[in-house]
């Protein structure tokens, strides 16, 4: 049976270039990039080439990349380490009702330590009003931290009149970028950004390597205590294999690429929206290029999902991270639906490597399987 790959927003299938830039750091170039010696050497300038090649990609200086294992991780050490270099002066945290569990979980935790987080609510399409924000910000306040591009209903909020705003007051900004880097509008600079969340296997890239831009000049415990990699703030002998590969896979990602997934995208939001029944979930607009979110009218999208399985087509009913829990999604409870109606959802994720064929026969399948649950 052939299989199409539509959770692309869980993970991505590695570039060809990608695992071709790799393979000599882990059989010929293999050495330590701590290590003085020619391979240590050796992996050390492959280390800083792909540094800059990040960097490049963000609009951001080289010395403000710090590589880590991944978006987890970077979020977290955001988090974490500007509240420890803050705390008891500043306590406060604000986000908002749809990040990554990761951010969630680790405001619920730091709350524990003597946080005091708000978590903004959003409209029904999962945008964030800055005017709330701007509002929430107090002089205890040590960050904001919103997710750019969701990933599970692909709403992309407008970080630059964020970081205008954090800006102005004096604080501190941090977007996790992992679903929006490459495919949308990411510079530091322009959109005043302070600390910034990116990883490699949502854009081709190998899983386990992810990077937090910090802006120069900011004071941020660290997590990892050791060798004092990453200039003292990452302890912990670098992935270089994977590093590599991170800096191809952003190097290789182009406006061509994502204008094609947009086409596709809204093909896919065109047709299925047509039937009884469908309802898109976030915006039409400002959203990721490759994200659909869909909920049915009294079918389980995890029943949908098991049907387009047994066509070969891998969706997904909600984020990755959330299958562990088996949970109602908090994104979609968050933008107004009911736990029913959020049960009934499922995301549609494309890649550049998703082909027109591959979308006709995934929206034949489901028009079939929505006809059968409307027959009964």
């Known amino acids: 049976m052939r299989q199409i790959y539509f959770d692309n927003a869980a993970s991505t299938k590695v570039d060809e270039r990608v695992l071709s830039e790799m393979k000599p750091y882990f059989t010929e170039k293999y050495g330590n990039a701590s290590s003085v010696h020619e391979k240590g050497?050796?992996?050390?300038?492959?280390l800083e080439d792909s540094r800059s090649k990040i960097a490049k990609a963000i609009n951001a200086g080289r010395d403000e990349i710090y590589f880590t294992s991944g978006g987890t991780?970077?979020?977290?050490?955001a988090l974490k380490?500007?509240?420890?270099?803050?705390?008891?002066k500043k306590n406060h945290i604000i986000t908002t009702k749809i990040e990554h569990d990761c951010v969630i979980n680790t405001c619920k935790w730091l709350e524990k330590q003597g946080a005091k987080v708000t978590y903004l609510n959003v409209d029904s399409e999962g945008f964030v009003n800055?005017?709330?924000i701007e509002r929430a910000i107090t002089d205890k306040t040590i960050l904001v931290s919103i997710i750019h591009g969701n990933n599970e209903i692909g709403t992309i909020q407008?970080?630059?009149?964020?970081?205008?705003?954090?800006k102005e007051k004096g604080t501190l900004f941090h977007t996790d970028a992992c679903q929006s880097f490459t495919k949308t509008l990411l510079d530091v600079r322009k959109q005043n950004l302070d600390l910034v969340t990116l990883n490699a296997h949502k854009i081709h890239g190998p899983k386990g390597v992810g990077a937090l831009y910090i802006r120069k000049g900011i004071e941020i415990t660290p997590l990892f205590h050791g060798g004092g990699h990453e200039r003292g703030l990452r302890s912990g002998t670098e992935n270089v294999s994977g590093i590599v590969g991170f800096a191809k896979a952003a190097e290789i990602a182009n406006e061509r690429d994502v204008q094609k997934m947009k086409e596709q995208r809204d093909r896919i939001i065109n047709e299925l929206t047509k039937i009884q029944g469908v309802k898109l979930n976030g915006p039409r607009e400002k959203r990721l290029c490759n994200n659909v979110n869909i909920s049915f009218e009294n079918v389980e999208g995890e029943v949908v999902g098991g049907y387009l399985e047994n066509d070969g087509i891998l969706t997904s009913a909600g984020s990755a991270c959330m299958s562990h829990s088996g949970g109602i999604s908090h994104v979609l409870k968050a933008i107004g639906l009911?736990?029913?109606?959020?049960?009934?959802?499922?995301?549609?994720?494309?890649?550049r490597f998703t082909t027109d064929e591959e979308i006709d026969y995934f929206l034949e399948k489901i028009k079939k399987i929505l006809g059968k649950f409307r027959k009964i």
């Open 41 to 46: 050497l050796e992996a050390k300038r492959a």
């Open 73 to 77: 991780e970077a979020n977290n050490f």
């Open 81 to 88: 380490g500007l509240f420890f270099s803050n705390f008891p």
């Open 130 to 132: 800055p005017k709330e």
């Open 158 to 166: 407008d970080i630059e009149t964020i970081g205008k705003i954090c």
């Open 338 to 351: 009911s736990d029913e109606k959020a049960s009934n959802s499922i995301r549609v994720s494309i890649s």
